[in-house]
């Protein structure tokens, strides 16, 4: 059974970057594609991003050059950098396992398992 | 904004029969997934591709689509499906990833 287990630091101030790494634990790493989702208090979910199993980045739109992902398949693990934070970055970080597949012509994608979430405040 | 549209509250009396939609132009060429997320828990994965469901997700779980609107249906709910619910999907661009806004299950 896969697990992901998250650090990284939890307060920051503005204008400072967000660092934080994801350990995948129990089942191959190389195999998948990775990602990252946050979800501030009290509302939803939004994709940040993502790295394939070729090292190969895809970003949200809304976050674009303000976002990192990287790889280390020799540890297992990925990590999400997002920089120049301010107080609107304030959320619970997740990583997470995408995977893919098709059925009918019709292409498919979920994200599991998950990891615990990080709580980064973002505050002066 | 979201480009996945759920309501923000549904409610179901104990044992009853509840759907929680999602709609969006992205869900016509891609299947949706849906999350279940109870309070300070990440969210878990309850159904994927076109109606499965992993394991140690309960068979009252199920998932169908028509059209742009993608659909969970609960049927007999119990009160530990009490949560948040969350529909996810590709974009309209199919590049990127989004999330519906979630809906609030209440089970009476």
């Known amino acids: 059974q896969v697990q992901l287990q998250q650090r990284g630091a939890g307060l920051l101030k503005p204008s400072e970057t967000l660092s934080l790494t994801c350990g995948v634990y129990g089942g191959s790493f190389s195999d998948y594609s990775w990602s990252w989702i946050r979800q501030p208090p009290g509302k939803g979910l939004q994709w940040i991003g993502e790295i394939n199993r070729g090292g190969r980045t895809n970003y949200s739109p809304s976050l674009g050059s303000r976002v990192t992902i990287s790889a280390d398949t020799s540890k297992s693990q990925f990590s999400l950098k997002l920089s120049s934070v301010t107080v609107a970055d304030t959320a619970v970080y997740y990583c997470a396992r995408l995977r893919s597949g098709y059925y009918h012509g019709f292409r498919f994608d979920w994200f599991d398992p998950w990891g615990q979430g990080t709580l980064v405040i973002v505050s002066s | 904004s979201s480009e996945l549209t759920q309501d923000p509250a549904v409610s179901v009396a104990l044992g009853q029969t509840v759907r929680i939609t999602c709609q969006g132009d992205g869900l016509r060429s891609y299947y949706a997934s849906w999350y279940r997320q109870k309070p300070g828990q990440a969210p878990v994965l309850v159904i994927y591709?076109?109606?499965s469901r992993p394991s140690g997700i309960p068979d009252r779980f199920s998932g169908s689509r028509s059209g742009n609107t993608a659909s969970l249906t609960i049927t007999g709910a119990q009160a530990e499906d009490e949560a948040d619910y969350y529909c996810n999907s590709r974009d309209s661009s199919g590049n990127h990833w989004v999330f519906g806004g979630g809906t609030k299950l209440t089970v009476l």
């Open positions: 591709d076109k109606n």
